[in-house]
Nanobody, 121 residues
Framework: QVQVVQSGGGLVQAGGSLRLSCTASAYTDCMAWFRQAPGKERERIAAVFTRSDLIFRADSVKGRFIISRDKADRTTVFLQMNRLQPEDTAMYYC????????????????WGQGTQVTVSS
């Protein structure tokens, strides 16, 4: 069992920035960020794969959000969210997975507790 702990989030005005952090209790090759807005399905927005050093970002956040791993602590990832818009309002979840893929859906994810991001217009 892997514990995933998130921090960050909150309320920000449109155009502002927020940074989310996520730390897993064990090393996992896949770490990803998802979000879920009320009435919508959970969306995978970014992922980082340590073994291949690849990064994925959804089109909805490309050019605005940056996912990165802590170089000193490979169990920690960050999501830097820039130019936030009201449509980015959602509950954000960090997920970790031992396997080297970060699929949209998997029962192998270990989930963080979630953190609310609210963007006001």
């Amino acid at each position: 069992q892997v514990q995933v702990v998130q921090s960050g989030g909150g309320l920000v005005q449109a155009g502002g920035s927020l940074r989310l952090s996520c730390t897993a209790s064990a090393y996992t090759d896949c770490m990803a960020w998802f979000r879920q807005a009320p009435g919508k399905e959970r969306e995978r927005i970014a992922a980082v794969f340590t073994r291949s050093d690849l990064i994925f970002r959804a089109d909805s956040v490309k050019g605005r959000f940056i996912i990165s791993r802590d170089k000193a602590d490979r169990t920690t990832v960050f999501l830097q969210m820039n130019r936030l818009q009201p449509e980015d309002t959602a509950m954000y979840y960090c997920a970790a997975r031992f396997e080297s893929m970060c699929p949209v859906r998997s029962q192998d994810y270990f989930w963080g507790q979630g953190t609310q991001v609210t963007v006001s217009s």
